[in-house]
Structure formats: structure tokens, C-alpha cells
């Protein structure tokens, strides 16, 4: 075993959230270290097929898959330096005033310690810092005005365009998708070539993933980045008030200490309460950071309901981005649905490859054969489809246990149990009904619903934020109730999960708790 030096900050996790950390605090002088347990991807190993694609996506088995709806992250979480943003498809709504005090409000779920107010400006400098496209004055029909974005709305495409006749027939606004990617050149990055391959890692640099932005950032401040470095374990002074480094295994799976005088908890939203479980003492029976029993509880993630419609025209399926042109909050308001509770989120017009995650070829399941290829050569050019994000309340028997069956370094494997209530289960099912009168009123020759398992995407909680240690495991930036020296960030401290993609927030909130932590070093690291 060997003992590194210590350096001010110990980042676990190079994705969204912990590039964020790094940029801020090496930019304000601090000796930082990310570790990471994957390969330090560039650029160039980005490759625009699936199969390649598959490389930068989860490996290995850390999790055993539980309930009546297993998460399925194997799209959900990253492999390597970039984290899931490596193959993220951009899209970057903003959650809504309303996601904030929904207890208060509707004496359901839990309430935010902070405000939409309070996370508003970060959302505009994360939109200068990376580059967002969209259209901002138009999204005020939903929330409050902010900054314009820097680059005009992306470019749109017949597979998005055709959906817009169904949508105005029920009455649903659309306005242009907030996306992270370069409708023109921005900060030395190229505009997007809209190929459609945004799901698999972009290699031109015009999607804002952490390799180009933040990351890039961070290590020209002089951040480290340690790929193939796997964390089992966070440790603390025999007081057991503060974390003093952290315990790791490198790409020789020889054991390493980081001392650190700050640790930061970036890693994938089941990993971090993982590892926090795997770090008790006789100090922290129950796990580090756990006062509350909290520590791997309200795990929630999005579900979607999607619609195809095939049309004779050819729709140009192959060509745009992978997330969306065209958006919608529309439905968003808690009630909109009757009968049912949630928020919905509404986009249209994604690039179409044809195999894996919404490839054409798995349009339509109960096709074999000769069917199968004569439906192929038509979606080739006339499928296109909606969707519609649903929101799933904080439960807390969805959760993150450990197991006893252990990975190769002998860390428990976490045991992630998860089940839709029947809220969840009724917006799902409300949002396939309302689709397929969307697409009916397209004119469209054929129209279905991509209905099959109820998926779960987008996973959030298991370290939510809150106001004090006896209903939460952080406070508003992250920053642990009992460890002061002892950050979370990323979707994992999300006390609600709202129905819009989670990465503008994840950035927006990483942003606010890192400055904070650079603006009160003093008082933090001690």
C-alpha cells in the first residue's frame, strides 16, 4: 500500500458533476485530484457506432437489480473519465418552480431546502460556461425570464417538424430544445454537424461533454485526473468528525491512500451511498454521513412514454441530434393529467440510428423475419417519434442496500431495489394515451405506442439535500450535515426528481456548491 500526498481536494467521479468541482476549485488555486475507476477517454476514441459506443457505457456488475422495476443503468451511467455526460444526448431543461416545494404545496413528496430562485443564476452561467442552442424568451411562457442563450436554436429536420401539426391540434406549445450543443462555432468549438450520433460520445467536440468543457478547464488550472482509480472506501480521523482522504485501488489493483483535506463525492448516484455504507466506523455504524438513515434512500428516476408514427415521406430520421428539437412543459404542472400526480416532459424529433437505444429496428418488437425487413426499409426513412418524460415521487423504499457478495476488491456490491407507485404507472399510461392522439393528428399512415417494460431513466436521490441532518444527508450544497469537510454532488442530492432531464441541474447545482466551498476554504478545511 502506498500513501500519496495530500492534496486540498479528492474528486471521486469525473462526469458532469465532479468536472464542475474540479474546474472551480483548481481555477481558485487549489491542488485537486479526480479519481476515476475508467480508462481516460479522448476524443478520438469516440466512435460513431453502437457497438463502439458501447465501450464509454457502464461495465461490470456493482449493482444487483431489485423490485418490481429493476433500473436498467447500463444507459444510465458512464465507464470512464466523462462519466455518463460522455454519452449524454444534451438536452438541458431546467427543472421548474414548481419542483420545489411540492410538499408545501401539495402535501406530497418533499419540499427543497432552496428555491427555483436560488439555482436560476447558476443555470445561466452553466449556459455561458459550456454553450447551450435554444430559444430562452420562449421558454418564458413556463418560468421566469433569464439570460438569453448564447447561440441561437439548433437546426430542425422533417422528423421533427411533422409532429407539430399534432401537437398545435391539442393545444401543446412547442418551442426549441435547450440543448448543450453548438448550433455555431462557441469558445473554439466546432458547430454541430448534426449526424446523429450524439448517444454514442461526440467526437468533434461541438457537444458539451466534460472532455471539452469543464474537465478541460479544470486540467489546464492544474487539476490531476487518475484514471483506472476505483475507490472503495472513505476515511476518518479517529474523532470521526472529519474525512481525512480516501482508499483506492489502482489500474494494478494495488490498495493507494489520497489524503485530502476536502473529499468530493461525484460518482454515479447509486455509487456514492455505496460507498458511504462501505465507509462505516465504530464512530459511523451505519455509514458515513448517515445520522438520518437517509444514506440510499428516495433513489427515483424518470420513465418515458414514447410514440412512433411512420410516415411515406422520407423524414431525414438519420439526420439532427439524438435528444430533441423541439420541447414542451406544457404538461408539467403536477395535476395536468387527472387522476394522476406528476410532471410530464414533452420532446420531439430525435436522429434515428438503427440498432440499440431507439434504433428503428426495435420499433416494433413482434416483427420477425420477412415482416421485420419490409417494416425496416420503410422506417428507414418514414419512422419518427415523440416522448414524453414522466416524474416519480421520493420513496423511500426504493433504495440502495449493501450486499453480501462482493466485487473484485472486496467491496460490498450494492443491492439498488426499485418499484413505480401507482402515480408513476398512471402518468405513464396517461402520456402514451395523450401521444397517440398527437400522432394521430399528424396525418401520419401508421401509429403505436412503444410500449414494453416500464423503463427507468435518469437515476436520482439516495443522498437528497435538506435543511438538517435529522431529514437529510447534505445541506443545499452539498456539504455534509455531521462531516463539514465531506461534499455530494450530482443528481443524488435531488430531494424530487421533477420530469425534465436532470443534467442542466446536476451542472447548475455542482456550480453553486463548488463556489461556495472556494468562497468559505477556510472555514471548510480548517
Not at 449493482?63 to 436498467?72: A, H, Q, R
Not at 449524454?88 to 431546502?113: Q, T, V
Not at 408513476?424 to 399528424?442: D, H, M, P, S, Y
Request: hydrophobic share 40%; aromatic share 10%.
Amino acid at each position: 500500500m502506498a500513501t500519496h500526498e495530500k492534496v486540498d481536494v479528492a474528486i471521486v467521479g469525473a462526469g458532469a458533476s465532479g468536472s464542475v468541482f474540479a474546474a472551480v476549485l483548481a481555477k481558485a488555486g487549489r491542488k485537486v485530484v479526480v479519481l476515476e475507476m475508467g480508462p481516460d477517454w479522448q476524443l478520438s476514441d469516440l466512435i460513431s457506432s453502437d457497438f463502439w459506443g458501447r465501450r464509454i457505457k457502464a461495465a461490470g456488475a456493482p449493482f444487483l437489480l431489485e423490485g418490481k422495476n429493476p433500473f436498467g443503468y447500463s444507459y444510465q451511467s458512464g465507464w470512464g473519465v466523462g462519466g455518463a455526460a460522455l454519452h449524454y444526448f444534451a438536452n438541458l431543461p431546467r427543472l421548474l418552480p414548481n419542483d420545489f416545494k411540492i410538499r408545501s404545496e401539495h402535501n406530497r413528496a418533499l419540499d427543497w431546502p432552496i428555491s427555483y430562485q436560488d439555482v436560476a443564476p447558476y443555470y445561466d452561467k452553466v449556459a455561458r460556461d459550456i454553450g447551450v442552442s435554444g430559444n430562452a424568451k420562449a421558454e418564458e411562457i413556463w418560468r421566469p425570464a433569464g439570460e438569453p442563450y448564447p447561440m441561437p436554436p439548433m437546426k430542425t429536420f422533417r422528423n421533427g417538424e411533422v409532429w407539430l401539426k399534432g401537437f398545435e391540434a391539442l393545444g401543446i406549445r412547442m418551442v426549441p430544445a435547450a440543448v448543450g450543443m453548438n448550433s455555431t462555432d462557441y469558445r473554439g468549438r466546432p458547430a454541430c454537424i448534426y449526424d446523429g450520433w450524439c448517444h454514442i460520445g461526440c467526437p468533434t467536440g461541438a457537444l458539451s461533454n466534460p472532455l471539452v468543457t469543464y474537465l478541460a478547464e479544470a486540467r489546464k488550472a492544474g487539476a490531476e485526473v487518475r484514471a483506472r482509480s476505483t475507490v472503495t472506501r472513505l476515511l476518518t480521523n479517529r474523532q470521526g468528525t472529519r474525512v481525512r482522504g480516501l482508499e483506492y485501488y489502482d489500474a494494478k489493483k494495488e490498495r493507494q491512500v489520497q489524503e485530502a483535506s476536502v473529499v468530493v463525492l461525484a460518482a454515479w448516484s447509486a455509487q456514492n451511498p455505496r460507498l458511504l455504507l462501505n465507509s462505516a466506523t465504530d464512530r459511523h455504524p451505519r455509514g458515513l454521513a448517515n445520522a438520518s438513515g437517509l444514506v440510499g434512500k428516495y433513489m427515483m428516476c424518470h420513465y418515458s412514454s414514447g410514440t412512433w408514427a411512420l410516415f411515406d415521406e422520407d423524414v431525414q430520421n438519420h439526420l439532427g441530434t439524438t435528444g430533441a428539437q423541439f420541447m414542451s412543459y406544457d404538461r408539467y404542472g403536477k395535476t395536468a393529467h387527472p387522476g394522476v400526480f406528476g410532471s410530464s416532459f414533452i420532446v420531439a424529433g430525435s436522429a434515428l440510428k438503427t440498432s440499440d437505444l431507439g434504433g428503428f429496428a426495435n420499433a416494433r418488437l413482434d416483427l420477425f423475419g420477412a415482416e421485420l425487413q419490409a417494416f425496416m426499409k420503410r422506417a428507414a426513412r418514414g419512422l419518427t417519434r415523440i416522448g414524453a418524460f414522466g416524474e416519480e415521487l421520493p420513496n423511500l423504499d426504493n433504495r440502495i442496500e449493501l450486499a453480501a457478495d462482493k466485487d473484485e476488491f472486496g467491496m460490498p456490491l450494492g443491492r439498488l431495489h426499485h418499484s413505480f407507485d401507482q402515480d408513476a404507472v398512471g402518468l405513464w399510461n396517461a402520456n402514451f394515451e395523450e401521444g397517440l392522439r398527437i400522432a394521430k393528428a399528424t396525418g401520419a399512415r401508421e401509429v403505436w405506442s412503444a410500449r414494453g417494460n416500464m423503463p427507468t431513466i435518469h437515476l436520482m436521490g439516495g443522498t437528497i439535500m435538506g435543511t438538517d441532518a435529522g431529514n437529510s444527508v447534505v445541506n443545499s450544497y452539498g456539504q455534509s450535515h455531521e462531516l463539514p469537510n465531506l461534499y455530494l454532488a450530482g443528481p443524488g442530492i435531488f430531494p424530487t426528481a421533477g420530469a425534465s432531464n436532470p443534467t442542466n441541474t446536476i451542472f447548475a447545482l455542482s456550480l453553486r456548491g463548488a463556489e461556495q466551498l472556494a468562497a468559505k476554504w477556510g472555514a471548510v478545511e480548517l
